[in-house]
Each structure stands twice: as structure tokens, then as C-alpha cells.
């Protein structure tokens, strides 16, 4: 009963090491205890490649408690393949393998340039101290996918002002099975600058690996006033035969843009304190859309009044200008000098005032230069008439 259940536990445990995954490897048949024990093994004993690439199998050595020379070598090697065993970026033929310490060695395939795609399998052994080791390995040979490149977006047209820099995300897809060099090419209509960034970083051209996608963000800025319609962009990738293109378009919608000033230019005028004065003003639109339900505004220093006639034009078209007047009212003891006094104009739909300076010149009333005279006058006669009368004394 007792050898029954211990030859029970024994078949569980080999189930169970059996099951654990890990390397393909080849062992010798003595314990691990032998001195000379060896073991050649792979993480990747079956691997796939593509028509001309290169083909390399990472193996590893491991010895018991004594240190050996293993000799490596290759079977079943078909004709027109070469295969080399390499150890760092040494060719070799031999590894001298230590105890507690894996030994990487390398092995590199070299099929015929008109291999056929197939499944290709070799042996490769190891020949330790006494002891050969067989590791079974096999490479499968594809034919490769010819170079293609895709170029899409989720957004083609993306809507903006005429100072806007309008940002399309797109992708760019390698479908080939070889790695290429893509050049960016951009058309677009005069006055627009069109630059191609990935990662943040402006770029003219890019490596694109097999079957690889990039996000390529084109950026299109209108470097010069435009006025309102679409525009169209077409972006291209071009590379080793290959070419993908994309359509795009930059949607303007046009923007007012006011601008404030006198009929003559100049941005001065005369008032009095205390009176009405008339200001004209000249409102044009210099933008690509039409602006509606301007509304007139100012700043002015305080006791002064201004009023606008009319405080609000209902609509101006692309290159139409209007006048308004202004009439102002310094306040009653405003001191001769010069104000500021700041005039705006705001449509309704945009969040942006112009505005500009007029200075007014102040000056203070006649008759109260008159009575200041009068006054000057009033205190010399009695300052004479006091030197008179008191002098004689």
C-alpha cells in the first residue's frame, strides 16, 4: 500500500514538471549532481520570418559543478544556407560553459536569396565533456506582404477662422511586411503654411516599421488674410515605391474686424469744459464676414458724459465703413489739459472690443477768463489805493 501511494505521488509530480512551461531544452541523462551535466535550450524553438529576413536563434549553455568546453554544430543544414554560431559579436565554433552561470550563444541563418517559403527544420548539438546534447529547432519561411501605405483621419474638414491654425490627426499605417523611409509632401492653396509634426516634433519624413501605425498631425496655418470658403490640402507619404495620399480641407467661415478713427485721421480734438462737443467717428469692417449689432462704448474720465448717435449700428458689411458721433461734455470744473478718452466698438458675435485713444484738449471757459481777469484787476486797484491813502502817513 505504502509503495502504491509513493509510486501514485511520484507519476503526479513527473505530470506536473512536465506541464511547467519554460524553455525547449535538451538534457543529458544524469542527474544534475554530474559534474559534467549539460543543457542546451531555446525560448524559441519554432519561429516565422519573412522572405529575406534575417533569421536568429537565442540559445542557451548550462553546465553541473565542473566547468567544460562545449562544442556547437548544425544538422540537416539545407544546400545554399550558411549558419554560424556567434557569442557576443564573436564568430565561434566552441563555449566554455561555468557552473550557476548561463552562457548565451547566438545562431544565425543565412537562406539563399531564392529560398522558397516553406517550414525548414534542424538539429543543433552540443558536445560537452562525454556528454552530446540534440536540440530540435525549425524556421518558417513566409512570403512577405509587398510594401503598402494607408493614410486616414476621422476628420477632414475642420472649421475655423481665418487666424486659425487648423489641426488634422491622422494615421499613417505601413501594411507591408518590410520596414520603409516615408517622405511628407503637402499641397495646399497659396497662403497656407502646412508643417508635419509626430510626438510633438516637426518632421519632413519618417521610418515606418512593418505593419506599424503613426499619429502624423498636420498642421495648416494661413499666413496671410483669406477670405471665407474651403480650402482644399492634400497630404502625401511617399517611400520605396510606395504612396498613400489624403485629402483634406480647411474650412474658413470668415471673422469681423473693426476699426475705429476720424474722418481726417486724426485721433485729437478740442472740447470746453462744461459744453457739448461734436466728435466724428468713422467704424469700418477691414474683416471677411459681415458684423452685426455693434454696439458703441467708452471710458472716460469721470464728470465727463458722452453719448453716441447711433449707440448701436445694426449690421457691417465686409468693406463697408459707417460714422458716428460722438458728443462729449467735459465736466463743468474740469481743468484746463489733455484727456484721454477711449472709444469702442463690439458685434454681438464676437468676443473681442476695439478700441482706440482720442485725446481732448480742455479748455476752461471765456467768461470765467474774463472774471478771472476782472478779479486780477479788482485786487491791483486795491492794493494801490491801500499804498495810496497809507503812504502819506
Known amino acids: 500500500m505504502k509503495r502504491k501511494a509513493l509510486l501514485n505521488l511520484s507519476v503526479v509530480v513527473a505530470m506536473f514538471l512536465l506541464l511547467l512551461p519554460g524553455q525547449v531544452w535538451a538534457q543529458s541523462g544524469s542527474t544534475t549532481s554530474d559534474p559534467t551535466a549539460l543543457v542546451l535550450a531555446t525560448d524559441y524553438p519554432d519561429i516565422v520570418v519573412g522572405q529575406g529576413d534575417?533569421?536568429?536563434?537565442?540559445?542557451?549553455?548550462?553546465?553541473?559543478?565542473?566547468?567544460q568546453i562545449v562544442e556547437l554544430e548544425l544538422l540537416n543544414l539545407p544546400e545554399g544556407w550558411t549558419a554560424t554560431f556567434k557569442g557576443g559579436s564573436k564568430v565561434i565554433q566552441s563555449a566554455y560553459v561555468l557552473p550557476d552561470k548561463d552562457t548565451k550563444v547566438t545562431l544565425?541563418?543565412?537562406?539563399?536569396a531564392t529560398?522558397?517559403?516553406?517550414?525548414?527544420?534542424?538539429?543543433?548539438v552540443a558536445r560537452g565533456e562525454g556528454t552530446t546534447q540534440r536540440l530540435p529547432v525549425s524556421v518558417t519561411i513566409q512570403e512577405k506582404v509587398p510594401p503598402s501605405l494607408s493614410f486616414t483621419t476621422d476628420l477632414p474638414v475642420i472649421q475655423g477662422s481665418a487666424n486659425t491654425t487648423f489641426r488634422f490627426s491622422t494615421r499613417l499605417k505601413n501594411e507591408g511586411d518590410e520596414d520603409v523611409d516615408v517622405n511628407l509632401i503637402a499641397q495646399a492653396p497659396d497662403g497656407f503654411l502646412i508643417k508635419f509634426k509626430v510626438s510633438g516634433k516637426e518632421v519632413t519624413s519618417i521610418p515606418l516599421e512593418a505593419n506599424r501605425t503613426k499619429t502624423v498631425s498636420v498642421e495648416a496655418k494661413a499666413f496671410m488674410e483669406v477670405p471665407a470658403g474651403d480650402y482644399p490640402?492634400?497630404?502625401?507619404?511617399?517611400?520605396?515605391?510606395?504612396?498613400?495620399?489624403?485629402?483634406l480641407a480647411a474650412r474658413v467661415t470668415g471673422?469681423?474686424?473693426?476699426?475705429?478713427s476720424a474722418p481726417d485721421g486724426r485721433l485729437s480734438a478740442k472740447a470746453e469744459a462744461g459744453k457739448e462737443t461734436s466728435l466724428s467717428l468713422v467704424v469700418y469692417n477691414k474683416g471677411t464676414a459681415a458684423a452685426h449689432a455693434i454696439k458703441m462704448s467708452s471710458t472716460q474720465p469721470q464728470g465727463w458724459t458722452i453719448e453716441f448717435d447711433p449707440d448701436q449700428i445694426p449690421q457691417l458689411e465686409p468693406g463697408q465703413q459707417t460714422?458716428?458721433?460722438?458728443k462729449?461734455?467735459?465736466?463743468?470744473?474740469a481743468i484746463a489739459g489733455d484727456?484721454?478718452?477711449?472709444?469702442?466698438?463690439?458685434?454681438?458675435?464676437?468676443?473681442?472690443?476695439?478700441?482706440?485713444?482720442?485725446?481732448?484738449?480742455v479748455n476752461t471757459s471765456t467768461l470765467w477768463g474774463v472774471i478771472g481777469i476782472g478779479l486780477i484787476a479788482v485786487a491791483v486797484a486795491v492794493v494801490a489805493i491801500a499804498v495810496a491813502r497809507f503812504g502819506r502817513r
Open 339 to 361: 484727456y484721454m478718452v477711449q472709444i469702442k466698438a463690439r458685434p454681438e458675435e464676437s468676443v473681442t472690443t476695439e478700441q482706440v485713444d482720442f485725446r481732448i484738449t
Open 54 to 67: 534575417s533569421i536568429s536563434i537565442p540559445l542557451t549553455l548550462q553546465t553541473g559543478s565542473e566547468p
Open 328 to 333: 462729449l461734455r467735459p465736466a463743468d470744473k
Open 255 to 260: 471673422q469681423p474686424e473693426l476699426t475705429i
Open 108 to 112: 544565425k541563418l543565412e537562406p539563399p
Open 115 to 124: 529560398v522558397n517559403p516553406d517550414t525548414y527544420r534542424f538539429t543543433v
Open 233 to 247: 490640402i492634400k497630404v502625401m507619404a511617399q517611400g520605396d515605391n510606395v504612396e498613400a495620399s489624403l485629402d
Open 323 to 326: 460714422e458716428v458721433t460722438a
